[in-house]
């Protein structure tokens, strides 16, 4: 597989074989991604790899906090508060194939619910990592992260495992801190589910749209 390949192959596995992965792969995937790049090297990042009973132990946080009605409370903000366009008309998108896939009907809300909630179950996938950073670091920082993290999702091909990122699992970075006891000083980024695909589910079958090269890009000769 070429990394063009690679690239255009990966899409956000939401449904995973009963399948572990071994250690030897994990650790080569992430001896392999530790070669991204960062500014003057600084290296910002802290995986924590999640399985077993500890992320169990993590889902049930999830959703007990879910349930008694704590609202998400992220280390930082995501998204915009008013969407405008054209992102909003591309979220809107991303959300019917999905619910499409899923044969989730607009009207539907417990599905979507029930939906939204798997987020918390990692989708059925055998390991999730989880991304730290030190506070003390500005957002070019980040920036590394984001591709330590893309470097992972694509390494992970090479070994036929698939991955889905997830924002939401840092809904509650209070339960996940908590249960894997990451200090204070540490915003927790994200979650990255990793596991062996199921391709025999629809969910896993669709393709997210992209916008055309010169919908985005310039020339200035
Ligand atoms: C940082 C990041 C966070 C994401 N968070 C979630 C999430 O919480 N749940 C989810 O189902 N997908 C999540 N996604 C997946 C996106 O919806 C997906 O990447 C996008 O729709 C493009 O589809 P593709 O990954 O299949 O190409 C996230 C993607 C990124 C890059």
Do not use: H
Not at 24 to 37: E, F, G, M
Not at 78 to 86: D, K
């Amino acid at each position: 597989m070429n990394v063009s390949e690679a690239i255009t192959n990966r899409i956000s596995v939401r449904a995973y074989l009963d399948k572990p992965i071994s250690k030897d792969i994990i650790t080569s995937i992430l001896d392999t991604a530790r070669w991204a790049p960062s500014g003057t090297n600084t290296q910002p990042w802290k995986v924590i790899v999640v399985q077993g009973k500890t992320k169990d132990a993590i889902t049930k946080g999830f959703l007990d906090a879910q349930k008694n009605g704590e609202k998400p409370s992220p280390d930082y903000q995501y998204y915009p508060e008013v969407w405008v366009e054209p992102f909003k008309a591309r979220r809107f998108q991303c959300g019917m194939d999905l619910y499409k896939a899923l044969d989730i009907g607009r009207e539907n809300k417990d599905k979507r619910i029930k939906a939204a909630l798997d987020n918390y179950r990692f989708f059925g996938a055998p390991v999730t990592l989880f991304f730290f950073i030190d506070k003390i670091m500005g957002k070019g920082s980040w920036f590394d992260m984001g591709m330590f993290y893309q470097s992972i999702m694509l390494t992970a091909r090479e070994y036929g495992l698939g991955s889905c990122p997830q924002a939401s699992t840092s809904d509650y970075p209070d339960v996940v801190k908590g249960i894997l006891a990451v200090p204070e000083n540490f915003d927790l980024i994200c979650g990255l589910s990793l596991g062996y695909p199921d391709d025999s589910k629809p969910v896993n079958q669709y393709r997210t749209r992209r916008e055309e090269v010169e919908s985005f890009t310039t020339w200035a000769n």
